[in-house]
């Protein structure tokens, strides 16, 4: 079993208020949750234009969780009211995998 982590940084030029921008993030954090991930916005929650969401899966197959990195980037890159700044990910063994098995 494998844990992978994904670090997406974004600017977000058109937000002038909170609101704008939890507008932007919101959605992008829908979309990303649809490939099976979970989502958080984990700084940047005081500043207008600027958020960092972290991702998380977990998968048997470490290639797909490496592959995910490209198919995050396609989802951020679709959202016409964000810049991709970054994305870094981080592909791990599960501790432990399993202690049910």
Request: hydrophobic share 45%; charged share 25%; proline share 4%.
């Amino acid at each position: 079993m494998f844990v992978g982590v994904y670090r997406i940084e974004l600017f977000i030029p058109g937000s002038h208020s909170l609101k704008a921008k939890r507008s932007v993030v919101n959605h992008l954090k829908t979309r990303l949750s649809q490939l099976n991930l979970s989502v958080a916005e984990v700084e940047g929650q005081e500043l207008w234009q600027r958020a960092v969401l972290l991702a998380a899966g977990v998968s048997a197959d470490g290639g797909y969780l490496d592959d995910l990195a490209g198919t995050i980037e396609a989802v951020v890159l679709r959202e016409p009211r964000a810049t991709m700044l970054r994305v870094g990910r981080e592909v791990r063994p599960a501790e432990g995998a399993s202690p049910w098995a």
